[in-house]
């Protein structure tokens, strides 16, 4: 219960941090970027399909006894772009996260580079940016191919506790479960990453705080399902992540790792 009554503490203390003089700007630059390109992605892909439906039905009007029709099938053309740009919507805020966490990994390792200094008081390893850069880069691949044949696993397993009667009412909370671990994992690492602390020593740590890690990654999911706060969500995360490392699992106070 201490490790879940803890994952809650941290994400609240990132959102006061991430108000702070000193990390305000590592906040609203990714945010920025990350509305930026949510905006035009949406903006394009909602303009490209309600064109095309005003497209395809714009020759739909009708002739003789019928003609009393057109008004109500243009009522519905337009209802359709108007569903179009809402589904869309939710579409985008569900996936979005994810579709940026890639781009976004460097800015987020300085904001938890920014982070770590500013709560231990200790300086980062001697790095030129665009080594940081290329750290934070292949770090991402590696935690793609950690992830990625395991949540195939994951998802067979779902998809035939789907079919089972009784036990498929689980079935969900297996995949929510297990993508709030992917999440817990993400944000902790940037932390580690900077550090220096090899993927594999991290797991460990990681496993040896599982209840925290879960908690804190399930709640950080539940957030990302929210349309617009997955907007800003990822640099709070990323604050939280850090703390939780620095402060539970760093090689400086979980120093033995079996």
Wanted: aromatic share 16%; net charge positive; glycine share 6%.
């Amino acid at each position: 219960m201490q490790q879940i009554s803890r994952a809650f503490s941290y994400l609240s203390q990132a959102f006061s941090l991430a108000r702070s003089p000193g990390l305000r700007w590592y906040v609203l630059v990714p945010m920025a970027f990350n509305v930026l390109v949510f905006g035009v992605l949406y903006w394009l892909s909602a303009t490209w399909i309600g064109g095309w439906i005003s497209a395809v039905t714009a020759g739909w009007a009708l002739d003789g006894g019928l003609s009393f029709l057109n008004g109500l099938i243009q009522f519905l053309a337009n209802a359709a772009v108007v569903l179009v740009w809402i589904l869309l919507l939710g579409v985008f805020a569900s996936v979005f996260t994810l579709g940026v966490q890639l781009i976004a990994a460097p800015f987020m390792g300085f904001l938890a580079e920014k982070v770590d200094i500013q709560v231990t008081s200790r300086p980062m390893p001697d790095e030129s940016i665009g080594a940081m850069i290329w750290r934070t880069f292949k770090r991402e691949i590696r935690k793609t191919l950690y992830w990625l044949w395991r949540a195939l696993l994951v998802l067979f397993v779902v998809v035939v506790l789907y079919f089972i009667p009784v036990v498929n009412v689980f079935a969900s909370a297996v995949w929510f479960l297990w993508s709030g671990w992917l999440l817990g994992m993400q944000y902790i690492d940037y932390g580690a990453d900077n550090r220096q602390v090899s993927f594999e020593e991290m797991l460990v740590r990681l496993k040896r705080k599982r209840w925290l890690v879960l908690t804190f990654g399930s709640l950080v999911m539940g957030l990302t399902m929210l349309p617009l706060v997955n907007l800003f969500i990822m640099p709070v995360a990323v604050i939280a992540g850090t703390l939780i490392w620095v402060k539970e699992l760093s090689p400086e106070v979980m120093p033995e790792v079996v």
